[in-house]
C-alpha cells in the first residue's frame, strides 16, 4: 500500500463547484491513514514547479465548507500545456517532498498532464498513483455521463434565457446570445430549458457541431419574426462555416494557441449585421455575449452539480488510498426518473486530450434547434426552474 504525502490542484477554466471537489478530496484525505500530509499547489502545475504550496491540513471544516460553495478555483487555477521538461520538473518537485499521490482537478488537458506524470513515476518503479477530478462546463469529457461543473453553468444559461426572453417579449425585436462552447454545444442547448410555453424562446439555437449557414440563418430568423414578431436566438461561441472556419473571431489567440472566440462581442455584432441585412430597415436588433459570467455565478448551483462534484473527489481519494490505481473519475447515470447516478474509475488514456461532442440525435435535423432527448437528458442534472407568470 502507498503512503505518503498528497497534492491537490486545480487547473484550467473555474466553476460554480470546482471547490466542492476540492474540498471533498480534502476532507476525504484526513480520514486516510496513508496520506500523511496534503499539499494544495497554487494555481496547479505552476505551483507544483514552483514548490508554491498551501497546508491544507490546518484549515476548519467549517472554513473548508465556506470554501466548497464558494465559486472558482479556491487554490487558484493555470492553463498550461506541460511539456516533457515541465513534467520532468514537477516530478522532482513530487519526489523531493515524498508526494505520493497526485490529484488534479480539471478538464481533458489536466487528464492528459495527470497521465503524463502516472507514466513517468512507472518509468521510474517510483510509487506513486494519480488521479484526475473531472471539471468542466463544457460538458465534453469522454466516458463520463456529464461534468461537474457543467449543470450549474447550464443553469445559468436557462435562467437567463427565460429572463431575456420576456424582456424579448415586452419589447419585441430581435436578441442574440452567444454562449460559451468552442467545439461542443452543450452550454449552449441548455438554453431550450428556457421554454415554458408555446412561443417562448429561445427560438434558434446554433451549435458548433452542426455548419453555420449564413443564408439559411438570416432566413430562420426572418421566419421566426414573421410567425412570433420576435426572436431570440442561442448561438455557441464557436460556430463555423463549411470550411470549418469560425464565423467570426478577434484574431488574438489563448494561451493554448487557440483563437479567440467570445473574448470580444465580435460574433454578436456580426451576426447581428446579418439579421439587419434579412429585416426591414429600422428593425431592432441587439446582442450580448455572456462571457465569463456563465461558469462562477454563485446562487444558481445545480444541487445535482454540487452533490456530484464533492463526490467525485471523496471518491477520488478514497479509491487512491484503497486501490493505489491510477484513472479518472467519471459519473454513471443510473436513472432519469428519478435522477440517481454512481461514480467508477476510468483510465486516463480514455479521457486526456481527446473530447466529446453534442450526440447527432440531441440536435434537429435542420441544425437550428435541439430535440427532446437532449431535453430528457440535460433537465434532470439542472433541477427545477422557476415559473414565468404572464398577463399576455
Not at 69 to 80: C, K, N
Not at 192 to 204: E, I, K, N, S, Y
Not at 208 to 217: C, G, R
Not at 272 to 285: D, H, T
Amino acid at each position: 500500500m502507498l503512503k505518503g504525502n498528497m497534492v491537490i490542484g486545480q487547473s484550467g477554466g473555474p466553476t460554480a463547484v470546482i471547490n466542492q471537489s476540492l474540498v471533498g478530496a480534502v476532507l476525504a484525505a484526513r480520514e486516510q491513514e496513508a496520506i500523511t500530509g496534503i499539499l494544495g499547489a497554487k494555481h496547479g502545475l505552476a505551483g507544483i514547479m514552483a514548490e508554491d504550496f498551501i497546508d491544507l491540513t490546518t484549515q476548519s471544516v467549517e472554513q473548508l465548507e465556506e470554501v466548497a460553495t464558494t465559486p472558482a478555483a479556491a487554490l487558484g487555477s493555470v492553463r498550461l500545456k506541460p511539456g516533457k521538461a515541465e513534467c520532468e520538473k514537477v516530478f522532482e518537485v513530487f519526489k523531493k517532498h515524498d508526494v505520493r499521490f497526485f490529484f488534479y482537478i480539471g478538464g481533458n488537458d489536466s487528464a492528459e498532464t495527470a497521465h503524463i506524470i502516472a507514466e513517468m513515476a512507472k518509468s521510474e518503479n517510483y510509487d506513486f498513483c494519480t488521479m484526475h477530478i473531472p471539471k468542466t462546463i463544457d460538458n465534453d469529457l469522454r466516458v463520463t455521463d456529464h461534468c461537474p461543473g457543467f449543470a450549474s453553468a447550464a443553469r445559468f444559461v436557462a435562467l437567463a434565457f427565460m429572463g431575456d426572453d420576456r424582456d424579448n417579449k415586452a419589447l419585441s425585436g430581435v436578441k442574440i446570445n452567444v454562449v460559451m462552447g468552442r467545439d461542443a454545444g452543450f452550454l449552449t442547448a441548455a438554453s431550450a430549458l428556457a421554454r415554458q410555453a408555446d412561443g417562448d424562446g429561445p427560438h434558434l439555437i446554433y451549435l458548433p457541431e452542426t455548419t453555420f449557414n449564413v443564408a439559411q440563418f438570416k432566413a430562420d430568423v426572418a421566419a421566426q419574426v414573421e410567425k412570433h414578431g420576435r426572436c431570440v436566438v442561442a448561438v455557441s461561441e464557436g460556430i463555423v462555416d463549411a470550411d470549418g472556419h469560425p464565423i467570426a473571431t478577434s484574431g488574438e489567440k489563448d494561451s493554448h494557441g487557440n483563437l479567440q472566440l467570445s473574448g470580444t462581442g465580435a460574433l454578436g455584432d456580426t451576426l447581428s449585421a446579418l439579421v439587419k441585412e434579412a429585416l426591414p430597415a429600422g428593425a431592432r436588433v441587439r446582442a450580448d455575449t455572456f462571457g465569463y459570467l456563465q461558469r462562477s455565478f454563485p446562487t444558481i448551483v445545480s444541487d445535482v452539480d454540487a452533490k456530484e462534484a464533492r463526490d467525485v473527489g471523496t471518491y477520488a481519494v478514497d479509491h487512491a488510498a484503497s486501490m493505489g490505481e491510477n484513472g479518472s473519475v467519471a459519473i454513471k447515470r443510473e436513472s432519469s426518473k428519478p435522477y440517481t447516478s454512481s461514480y467508477f474509475v476510468t483510465p486516463l488514456s480514455t479521457v486526456a486530450r481527446e473530447a466529446t461532442s453534442m450526440k447527432a440525435e440531441y440536435i434537429n435535423e435542420k441544425g437550428n434547434d435541439v430535440t427532446q432527448a437532449w431535453l430528457d437528458y440535460v433537465a434532470p442534472l439542472v433541477g427545477d426552474l422557476p415559473k414565468m407568470g404572464r398577463l399576455i
